[in-house]
């Protein structure tokens, strides 16, 4: 999975400034943008300061938002707030193809922090959004690369279930349009993906769109130790491309890479099975890539992600299926804190996973 945000970015300014710049002899002061409450030329400054914005979180690492805004001149035209979205574009491109892919900085929805997809994401999204409102203010016609829509929505837009026409989807998942048989949206945040630390890994929630790359092959845009993914993250990956396609995918109940901090290589997934159900319970598994086992990374793993789950309202209980002979998995699950079910419950499961043989089942519960 390459790493294309920076050129995202650039394509989305570029498309932006080429079809506004067929209308700088216009009064954006005087016209609405779409509709906003801002006028035309205040939506262009807009685009701008979120370019730099979202540059300089990311260039700096910042851990809150940066303390700065940016001020066009008073007596710049309409062409030089053009010029100042390209430069500002220009340095959100350099900060996103230059930050080191476990870098994350701060940004509040929902999980207080980006990495530099979910930076050039929110910075294309700014950009097609409020060039749309533009557009749709001035009269003119805009209608960006669906690729473009598509990149959105795959990388923080995760709960949104995707329609033929990625742009129109992204119109409605933002108050901008209507889809047939959806009702309209009235009130929308993106999601950047969730990550939760351990001690020696970091565990890093996937997107749709660095899953849909793992289920057929690729690496995700994860740098793996040697023999990895496993072939259960790949299935996994592929069960939540599933659940995204069919507008039920939680994505904090979804896939989580494990990464190792000392060198940022990824060495297996661990995630659940879907969302809680009406009583609380979810299940959740597991693998590790071939040279990461015996060395405690998936008891750790287990360990911070059953926590965050427990510390949930919605989450109750806890549970893990393990094959008869897997006795290393049995061991994790134990020392993680899961004790063993009823024989009548490993029964029921048995029968209703028609497997190849008993089946352990163990829960962990508040």
């Not at 650039?10 to 079809?19: C, D, H, I, M, N």
């Not at 016609?141 to 995707?162: D, N, Q």
């Not at 949206?185 to 969730?194: G, P």
């Amino acid at each position: 999975m390459g790493h294309t945000g920076g050129e995202h970015v650039r394509q989305a300014v570029a498309g932006s400034v080429a079809l506004l710049r067929t209308a700088v002899d216009r009064d954006w002061e005087a016209v609405r943008a779409g509709g906003l409450e801002w006028s035309c030329r205040r939506t262009a400054e807009h685009i701008a300061d979120d370019l730099i914005a979202y540059a300089g979180r990311l260039a700096a690492r910042a851990d809150s938002s940066v303390p700065f805004d940016l001020t066009v001149d008073d007596g710049a035209g309409n062409e030089g707030v053009l010029q100042v979205i390209e430069t500002m574009g220009a340095l959100l491109v350099a900060a996103v193809r230059t930050a080191p892919r476990a870098v994350r900085a701060y940004h509040p929805y929902p999980f207080r922090s980006a990495n530099r997809d979910g930076f050039a994401a929110m910075g294309v999204a700014e950009v097609l959004l409020h060039t749309r409102d533009i557009a749709e203010g001035l009269g003119l016609a805009y209608e960006p690369p669906a690729a473009s829509a598509e990149y959105v929505l795959t990388t923080i837009f995760p709960e949104v279930r995707p329609d033929p026409d990625p742009w129109r989807t992204l119109l409605w998942a933002t108050g901008r349009g209507e889809l047939p048989g959806r009702a309209p949206v009235t009130e929308w945040r993106w999601q950047n993906n969730l990550v939760l630390p351990a001690d020696r890994l970091t565990l890093e929630g996937l997107t749709p769109a660095a899953a849909a790359d793992l289920a057929v092959g690729g690496d995700g845009g994860f740098d793996w130790v040697e023999g990895g993914p496993y072939e259960g993250t790949r299935e996994a990956s592929g069960m939540l491309v599933k659940a995204y396609e069919a507008g039920v995918h939680r994505p904090e109940f979804g896939v989580f890479v494990l990464v190792r901090r000392e060198d940022d290589r990824a060495v297996g997934g661990l995630g659940f099975h879907g969302a809680p159900d009406e009583e609380g319970r979810v299940e959740i598994g597991y693998d590790l890539a071939a040279p990461a086992r015996g060395t405690g990374y998936a008891t750790e793993a287990l360990q911070a992600l059953s926590a965050w789950a427990l510390a949930r309202d919605d989450v109750r209980t806890l549970m893990a299926t393990v094959e008869h002979a897997n006795w290393p998995s049995q061991a994790v699950v134990k020392r993680a804190g899961f004790v063993r079910a009823t024989l009548e419950e490993e029964r029921a499961m048995s029968e209703s996973r028609e497997s190849d043989g008993p089946l352990h089942v163990y829960l962990r519960t508040a």
